[in-house]
């Protein structure tokens, strides 16, 4: 695959798990994959991030089920151009069951995910439109 553009990823993987310390290690393990697709020149979407709303969530009372999140991630996974899957669970089962009912490119290694070229300029380019230099900047 050679591509000027790159992708918008969704990271599929598990997020619940049976203690605090594991749930935190799915959230980092995404966080991390996250970083190397960005690194590839590719723009992810990561789900696990969502673990910082269940959190205020729960300080602030609001009960927030699975079935919410998978609400709130889906519109996502529409979007996006491909799904890279982590490892099996209930919602990355279902995520990738969508990405392949959508027609989307499916990743399941770092491997397989192309390095864009061009993609400085084109992050400088992406910059440029929405960042306007403060008056004060110099």
């Not at 969704?10 to 690194?39: F, H, K, M």
């Not at 399941?108 to 004060?136: C, F, G, K, M, Y």
Request: charged letters at 25%; a negative charge.
């Amino acid at each position: 695959m050679n591509r000027h553009t790159g992708l918008r990823v969704y990271v599929a993987g598990p997020y619940s798990a049976p203690t605090e310390r594991e749930r935190l290690a799915n959230v980092q393990a995404a966080v991390d994959l996250g970083i190397a697709l960005y690194q590839k020149g590719h723009y992810p979407y990561v789900p696990h991030l969502t673990h910082f709303v269940d959190l205020r969530a729960q300080q602030s009372g609001i009960k927030m089920e699975w079935e919410d999140y998978i609400s709130w991630d889906l519109p996502w996974l529409e979007a996006c151009d491909a799904l890279f899957y982590m490892r099996r669970s209930k919602g990355a089962d279902l995520e990738l069951e969508v990405a392949r009912t959508l027609g989307k490119t499916i990743f399941t290694s770092l491997e397989e995910v192309p390095v864009i070229e061009q993609e400085s300029a084109n992050r400088s380019t992406i910059l440029s439109r929405w960042v306007r230099p403060s008056p004060d900047a110099r």
